[in-house]
């Protein structure tokens, strides 16, 4: 097998050597080939195996995988989700109700690969391009028919899913997120559209009505959906203790919907996923029978019941995602709200007064603590995120467990206490240092004393 991971070589292996932003792959050759690579695919250098010299590894595996790999899974149906928000919540609930259905669908994404029984933690949203055409291909050896697979911008910029061709294509939303990166929105918005160039020819792209970049991504065959006048258009909500309840509209024909799934950013990610049910031939009336049983991915409006309170974490670390949680729990709330929020470091600082700007004039009371302040000084990520803020219904917690601890012991009879920012995640990362650290576990552990 061909690896571009030095330490994951196995005796037999072929090694390519790739430069990236961080690492360099021709360093690691000779531990390749003292870990068993028979085969090194270098831009330069002399070695002791069998050795190809490219211009440009990236290239050669670019080709690589395009030739080996696409005829071996070109039946699989591939649903692409991309957008700031909601890539996670849409591609699981279609990976959890096709599975119900008893359809094979597999999930790609942030919160891990997960095939049949076999869950796998992975390393970015979207895996690199030799990882994730492997993953497509186990996906096919073991009888899956779909995979849903978040998109992320770095994987488009990247081509991460170069010579890939989607059945669907998916857009949620764009709001204020990597631009340290994509440095101004249009960029990132130009970014995004890349993914609805890639449609098969009877492909659809489904779009997000309602969202300011919507038309941006209107560059193929396309439904669109949203509050807005869409092909299917949301009618009314109402979001409850327990579950949120909205209507829609499709050819004229209205159909209620009643989900567990808290708050009305995730009437658009249950949207998304009926669509792609009822474009693949399932009737509205199968798929909405089985969406009271369908769960939140990890880390999204993840609720633990505490007495009498609510403790909700949620991976919420946008301006706009943040709005949407506490827009959701204020409207199920009867007692205060209070709410936990860091900001990451070495990442968009723009963002962090905004995240900030809500959070205080949402809740009763904020805390203020670390979240992968990363190579940044915590204490200037503090700054930075309370940056032109005039009210005082704060206090900063630097460290993320004494906060937790904190939030829990201000909590009296119905008052929720929402953490955001990590979700699913189990680490903290500190200088160059990985952390063992997962807020919910850390909540269950505060809560059973």
Do not use: W
Not at 211 to 219: F, G, N, T, W
Not at 221 to 245: A, H, M, R
Not at 378 to 401: A, G, Q, S, T, V
């Amino acid at each position: 097998m061909i690896r571009t991971n030095s330490k994951e070589i196995i005796q037999g292996d072929i090694f390519i050597a790739i430069k990236g932003a961080k690492y360099d792959g021709h360093n690691y050759v000779n531990e390749a080939i003292e870990r068993g690579a028979i085969k090194v695919i270098v831009e330069h250098g002399s070695y002791d195996v069998k050795t190809t010299v490219v211009d440009d590894t990236k290239q050669y595996l670019v080709d690589y995988v395009k030739e080996y790999y696409l005829p071996r899974i070109k039946d699989l149906k591939l649903i692409g989700v991309t957008g700031t928000n909601g890539k996670t919540t849409s591609c699981f609930l279609i990976y959890q109700m096709l599975n119900k259905l008893n359809i094979p669908c597999a999930y790609i994404g942030t919160i891990g690969f997960y095939m049949k029984d076999d869950i796998r933690v992975l390393e970015n949203t979207t895996p690199d391009i030799l990882s994730l055409y492997q993953m497509l291909d186990e996906c096919k050896e073991n009888g899956i028919k779909y995979v849903a697979l978040e998109v992320s911008s770095h994987a488009l910029a990247f081509n991460r899913i170069d010579g890939l061709t989607f059945d669907y294509a998916i857009y949620s939303n764009l709001t204020e997120e990597h631009l340290d990166f994509h440095k101004t929105m249009e960029d990132y918005a130009h970014t995004k559209q890349k993914l609805f160039h890639l449609l098969k020819s009877i492909g659809k792209s489904i779009i997000n009505e309602d969202d300011d970049y919507a038309k941006d991504m209107k560059v193929n065959n396309y439904l669109t959906y949203g509050f807005n006048k869409s092909d299917y258009q949301i009618l009314k909500s109402i979001v409850e203790n327990d579950n949120t309840t909205f209507s829609f509209r499709y050819n004229n024909n209205k159909h209620t919907v009643k989900s567990p799934l808290l708050g009305r950013h995730n009437i658009y990610n249950l949207l998304t996923m009926i669509i792609v049910l009822h474009e693949e031939g399932i009737s509205f009336s199968e798929i909405i029978n089985k969406i009271p049983i369908l769960k939140a991915p990890a880390g999204r409006m993840d609720t633990v019941f505490y007495n009498d309170n609510k403790i909700i974490v949620d991976y919420a670390h946008t301006p706009d995602a943040v709005f949407n949680i506490l827009n959701a729990v204020k409207e199920f709330s009867n007692g205060r709200i209070y709410s936990i929020i860091g900001c990451g470091g070495n990442r968009d600082k723009t963002k962090r007064p905004k995240m900030t700007f809500y959070a205080l004039a949402m809740c009763d009371k904020v805390i203020i603590t670390n979240d992968n302040p990363r190579f940044e000084n915590p204490d200037e990520i503090i700054k930075d995120m309370l940056h032109n803020n005039i009210k005082d219904n704060y206090e900063i917690i630097p460290n993320r467990e004494e906060a937790i601890s904190r939030g829990i012991e201000l909590l009296t009879k119905d008052d929720i206490l929402v953490i955001l920012g990590k979700g699913h995640e189990n680490y903290q990362i500190i200088n160059d240092q990985r952390l063992y650290h997962n807020d919910k576990e850390y909540v269950l552990k505060i809560c059973r004393g």
